[in-house]
């Protein structure tokens, strides 16, 4: 061995060995990949699972793709009206903001909601009392209810 000349561990020849191996390996798939590549199909279109749109100060109108809101299981109930003409709407159909006030999402097409302010006289069971808020026969969303609101405000709270 010469002394001017570097000396070379064995464990860098190895690594040398395993990357111009796996180079080599490489080379030889690229024709199989361009070749799978060239027969797949046309990359899907993405599609949009719901467009909202601001309709008011800090209210939008959200409506889903058919297949997320299948996939939400999205289900809704209408509001009533008792005996004494007040309003009635299932538990399940309020949710909260940060401020604490209650909202519903009402209806207003097919896959296609708004939400809607409520003021809550009082809660029975599983039944809301409503002092004022959408009129009877509105359909409310009674599942999927938080979905929506994250939808319409965004999961971090944009």
């Known amino acids: 061995m010469n002394i001017t000349e570097p000396r070379r561990s064995k464990t860098a020849l190895t690594v040398r060995a395993v990357v111009i191996g796996g180079l ?3 080379a030889a798939w690229q024709p199989v990949i361009r070749q799978a590549i ?13 467009i909202v749109k601001r309709i008011g ?11 997320a809101a299948k996939r939400l299981d999205i289900q809704t109930a209408e509001i009533r009206e ?3 003409g007040r309003r009635i ?9 940060l401020d604490g006030d209650a909202w519903v999402y009402a209806v207003t097409a097919p ?5 809607e302010a409520v003021v809550i006289e009082h809660v029975s069971r599983d ?3 409503l002092s004022d808020g959408p009129s009877a026969g509105t359909q409310v969303v009674t599942v999927g209810v938080p979905e929506l609101y994250g939808t319409e405000v965004g ?4």
């Open 127 to 129: 039944r809301v009392y």
């Open 111 to 115: 896959l296609t909601y708004v939400r």
């Open 38 to 50: 060239a027969e797949s199909p046309a990359p899907p279109i993405p599609e949009t699972e719901a």
């Open 155 to 158: 999961v971090n709270g944009e």
């Open 57 to 67: 100060f800090g209210i939008s109108r959200i409506t889903l793709h058919a297949k």
């Open 24 to 26: 080599l390996a490489g």
């Open 82 to 84: 008792d005996d004494s």
């Open 89 to 97: 709407a299932p538990f399940s159909s309020i949710i909260y903001d």
